[in-house]
């Protein structure tokens, strides 16, 4: 059960930072402070789409709605039935969300460790009261992962999920990678083996250690169009740019395998109390491949620190925000309100 309910506002004025109505947060990683050259690294050979035209999109500015007030709500409620009683049907236009996994994982207000099968009726349960919440053209971006003991969870959730949702994309987000330098070839800045990323280590002779989780990108029709050169890549081979229409912007599809590195903290109990949690930048990905111009609402209905609301900071469009763990709770507006405070 939730603690005793609470709400709170951080409103940021014209989308210029200037804050008001709001009571430390992570820094802002970037794939360029890691310049390995993987912006550049193509191996494989870019093939041309029947409908190109639908790449024909420009990088975002970090704001959307310019001039306008941009909100974010914190709830201290348990989302399903905060969802019916708070948010508006139809109304949110993309969820980036990580629910509990049930791997036995310490949380502070949470049992992860109930039956599987009631574990999946609650999925089944919070995924109907999101979908509601959902515009026609909203997208649920679904973070979830397993372990080497147990790894059916994020498929046995994904079909669960298949008589309310179709699965639109799947998306593998890798938190830590190797790359020899011979399979590499002659590139130029790629000098050496390149080891980066975190993960936790596995001490076993069965399983090896477990570097990614998955992102199910759900919507309602499965035709959502998406804004795919928002998280773009540059062409390792320019003369892609002048061959392919599709290819003018300089940028490519990422594709579906995203990496992206937690931060490195001293310590985790004090930078991290949370024991399950993604980096904001996953979250902004998520929100800029739907697509900016198309997003006002964003939901989470399992807040944790809040880093889908750092991410809505940073973009600049309004969040929804829904936890039951009051030290979560406060940790998540304060980062935010941090966030806020920064720009």
């Not at 791997?103 to 039956?115: F, N, P, R």
């Not at 515009?135 to 669960?160: H, M, Q, R």
């Not at 975190?198 to 919507?219: A, G, L, M, Q």
């Not at 399992?302 to 900071?313: H, P, S």
Request: glycine share 10%; with cysteine; net charge negative.
């Amino acid at each position: 059960m939730p603690d005793a309910f609470r709400h709170e506002t951080i409103r940021i004025e014209g989308g210029s930072g200037a804050i008001s109505d709001a009571r430390i947060g992570e820094s802002n990683l970037r794939f360029g402070q890691l310049d390995f050259g993987f912006d550049k690294l193509d191996l494989g050979a870019d093939v041309k789409e029947a409908n190109p035209g639908s790449d024909e999109c420009n990088l975002r500015s970090a704001r959307s709605n310019p001039g306008s007030e941009v909100v974010l709500d914190f709830y201290l409620e348990d989302c399903i039935p905060g969802i019916r009683k708070l948010v508006e049907p139809g109304s949110v236009d993309v969820v980036v969300t990580s629910p509990p996994y049930n791997l036995g994982i310490e949380y502070g207000a949470y049992d992860d460790t109930v039956a599987r099968d009631e574990y999946l009726a609650w999925t089944v349960k919070w995924a109907g009261v999101v979908k509601d919440a959902m515009s026609d053209g909203g997208s649920l971006f679904l973070n979830i992962g397993s372990k080497p003991t147990d790894p059916w969870v994020p498929f046995e959730v994904a079909e669960v999920l298949r008589p309310i949702f179709r699965l639109q994309n799947v998306i593998h987000w890798v938190k830590s990678i190797a790359i020899a330098k011979e399979d590499v070839g002659d590139y130029g800045t790629i000098v050496s083996d390149v080891a980066i990323g975190h993960y936790k280590p596995i001490n076993s002779r069965r399983f090896v250690n477990d570097c990614h989780e998955y992102i199910f990108h759900f919507t309602k029709s499965g035709d959502v169009s998406l804004d795919r050169l928002a998280i773009g890549v540059p062409y390792q081979d320019e003369s892609n740019v002048k061959r392919w229409k599709a290819a003018k912007e300089g940028l490519r599809c990422r594709g579906n395998t995203w990496f992206i590195p937690y931060e490195t903290i001293q310590s985790r109990v004090k930078e991290r109390p949370h024991p399950a949690t993604f980096p904001p930048r996953l979250p902004e990905m998520c929100i800029q491949l739907h697509g900016l111009d198309k997003v006002n609402i964003v939901l989470d209905p399992f807040m944790g620190l809040g880093n889908t609301a750092i991410a809505c900071v940073r973009l600049g469009v309004g969040f929804t925000g829904f936890e039951i763990d009051g030290v979560y709770f406060d940790e998540a507006y304060r980062r935010a309100k941090s966030e806020a405070d920064a720009k």
